[in-house]
């Protein structure tokens, strides 16, 4: 069985269009300050970001570089052990706003491959397969939560996440982890809970440790 994905699939979410420089202009400086300090009254955005206006200030910044609004951005980045992540479904649309193409295919419940092929490099790809296997080397099938509840959308996640680190981690500024790969669960309220054992990247991987990108071969070997 195989169920496949790609760009325009109804799966992603879709950023708006980057927002440009942002000015330094002592006014437009000011402006953001008070708005972030609005938005960290408010009750209904992150726990993590409530009362702490300059949470709220980086996070609206960082969105703003990779073409997220502000309530998408403290909405969608998490903050684990003071590192930003961003969900796979965030990472897979960041990267298709900036032009490269992101396949998914589901070869049955257990394996899931990821194909990402750049928009500047398009006769090469960059894969990432994720199967059950895999993740019971890297200890994560069957673990308590999500992983035995829902696996495949588990498997989904690793596959897009590994290979947009491979292959386009320019276009993610820097966030390519979620929280669950830096560590994390999800507490009963839907809150991410750090951790202190990470589980980055491929089995055996050290924490803070990539997986080292493949590339298909593209016409006349060239990658």
């Known amino acids: ?35 972030a300090k609005a938005l960290a009254e408010a009750s209904i955005i992150p726990t993590q970001y409530q009362r702490k206006p300059a949470n709220v200030l980086v996070a609206i910044e960082t969105g703003n570089a990779l073409g997220i609004p502000a309530i998408q951005a403290l909405n969608s980045i998490a903050v684990i052990n003071g590192r930003a992540t961003l969900s796979a479904d ?25 194909t990402l092929i750049r928009a500047d490099d398009p006769d090469g790809a960059f894969t990432a397969t ?3 296997e895999k993740a019971t080397r890297a200890g994560l099938w069957g673990n308590r939560g999500p992983w035995t509840q829902y696996p495949t959308q588990m498997l989904r996640a690793r596959a897009i996440t590994e290979v947009c680190r491979q292959g386009a981690s320019d276009a993610l500024m820097g966030l390519v982890y979620t929280p669950e790969e830096l560590g994390a669960r999800l507490d009963d309220a839907g809150r991410w809970e750090p951790r202190m054992s990470p589980s980055i990247g491929s089995p055996g991987s050290r924490p803070g440790s990539l997986p080292g990108p493949r590339r298909s071969q593209g016409p006349g070997g060239r990658p």
Not at 13 to 22: H, K, M, N, Q, R
């Open 1 to 35: 069985m195989s169920n496949e994905e790609e760009n325009g699939g109804g799966r992603g979410l879709v950023p708006s269009a980057p927002g440009g420089g942002l000015s330094l202009a002592p006014a437009d400086v000011q402006a953001r300050l008070q708005y």
């Open 90 to 114: 965030l990472m897979a649309a960041v990267v298709r706003r900036a032009g490269h193409r992101l396949r998914v295919r589901e070869d049955g419940p257990e394996s899931v491959t990821a």
């Open 130 to 132: 994720w199967t059950r």
